[in-house]
C-alpha cells in the first residue's frame, strides 16, 4: 500500500475535513494592546499539564491575534457556552454589531462576558508549526460557571449536547 504521507499528497480541505469530524468545544482567545481589546475564535485549544499548569492554542501565522499574544505576552481561553454561536461567528470576522458590551476585565485581561469558563495564562514556549503557531501557555488564573452548558463545534456546524444537566 503506498505511503500517502510520504508522498506528501494530503490535500489540505480532505485533511480540514478529517479533522472536523473530532468534535470540539469553541473558544474565544482574548488579549490587550495598546491597540485595545481583541478577541478570535479557536478551536484548537487543548489542556497539555496540570502541574505545572499548561494549555496550549494554534494560531494561523495571517491571523492578527498571533502579533497581539506575542506583543502581550499573554491570552484568556473564554470557552464559549451554549448561546454563544453569534460570539463565534463575530470573532472569526463575521462582524455582527448587535453584540455589544462585549468584554469584562479580570485578572487583567478582556475576557468575555457569559463564557462557560476562562483560563488565563503567560506565553512561555512558541513552536512554529507549518501555518500555524502553537502558544504554549502557563495558567495563572481561573473562574468557571458550574451551570453552563458547552457551545460544540463539529464538521463545520455548532451543536449543544442532547442533554446537559443544567437543562
Ligand atoms: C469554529 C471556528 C474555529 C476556529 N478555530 C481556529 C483555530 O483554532 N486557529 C486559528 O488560527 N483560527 C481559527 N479559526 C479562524 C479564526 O477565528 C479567523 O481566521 C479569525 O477571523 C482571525 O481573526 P484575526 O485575524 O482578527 O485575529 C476558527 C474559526 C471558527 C469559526
Do not use: W
Not at 88 to 106: K, P, Y
Amino acid at each position: 500500500m503506498p505511503d500517502i504521507a510520504a508522498m506528501d499528497t494530503i490535500d489540505p480541505r480532505a485533511l480540514r475535513d478529517c479533522c472536523g469530524k473530532f468534535a470540539t468545544g469553541v473558544t474565544v482567545i482574548t488579549t490587550r494592546t495598546p491597540e485595545g481589546a481583541h478577541g478570535m475564535t479557536v478551536s484548537a485549544f487543548m489542556s497539555v499539564s496540570l502541574d505545572p499548569p499548561l494549555i496550549s492554542i494554534s494560531v494561523n501565522n495571517q491571523s492578527k491575534m498571533l502579533g497581539k499574544i506575542r506583543d502581550a505576552g499573554c491570552y484568556a481561553v473564554n470557552i464559549l457556552s451554549r448561546d454563544m454561536e453569534p460570539h463565534a461567528l463575530h470573532f472569526a470576522g463575521r462582524r455582527d454589531d448587535s453584540l455589544t458590551n462585549l468584554f469584562q476585565e479580570r485578572h487583567g485581561l478582556p475576557t468575555l462576558r457569559g463564557a462557560a469558563a476562562i483560563i488565563v495564562a503567560d506565553v512561555v514556549h512558541q513552536v512554529e508549526a507549518g501555518d500555524h503557531v502553537l502558544l504554549l501557555g502557563h495558567v495563572r488564573n481561573l473562574d468557571h460557571d458550574h451551570a453552563a452548558a458547552p457551545l460544540l463545534y463539529h464538521a463545520g456546524q455548532f451543536g449543544g449536547l442532547a442533554a446537559h444537566p443544567a437543562g
